[in-house]
C-alpha cells in the first residue's frame, strides 16, 4: 500500500463532530500529496470558517497522519478557498445523509 494510501485510510478514521460522515468523503479534503521524503502535505477545508472544531479538527488529521511510521512530516494547509459546500460530498456521504 502506498503511503498516500495509507494516509487517506488514516483521514477516513476521522469524523465530523456535527456530521456522521467522514471528513474525507465530506470532501474536506482537498489535497494530499506525500514527496519522495515521504513528507504529506494536506489541503483541507472545514465545513464554516467558525466550526467549532476549527482549532482541534485540522491537528487531529495531523496527528493521525504523524501515526503512520513511513511519514517523516505533514504539513497541513487550512484553506477557505474554494468555500466547501454539499456537493463536494462523496455520493456515500450523501446516500448517508439522505441528501
Do not use: F, Q, R
Not at 17 to 41: F, M
Request: with cysteine.
Amino acid at each position: 500500500m502506498e503511503i498516500k494510501d495509507k494516509v487517506i485510510a488514516e483521514i477516513k478514521k476521522i469524523y465530523d463532530p456535527e456530521i456522521p460522515v467522514n471528513i474525507y468523503e465530506l470532501g474536506l479534503i482537498y489535497d494530499v500529496t506525500v514527496d519522495k521524503d515521504n513528507k504529506v502535505y494536506v489541503k483541507m477545508t472545514l465545513t464554516t470558517p467558525n466550526c467549532p472544531v476549527a482549532e482541534s479538527l485540522p491537528n487531529e488529521v495531523k496527528n493521525s497522519i504523524k501515526e503512520i511510521k513511513e511519514v517523516k512530516d505533514v504539513n497541513l494547509d487550512l484553506v477557505w478557498d474554494p468555500p466547501w459546500d454539499k456537493s463536494m460530498m462523496s455520493e456515500a456521504a450523501k446516500l448517508e445523509l439522505n441528501l
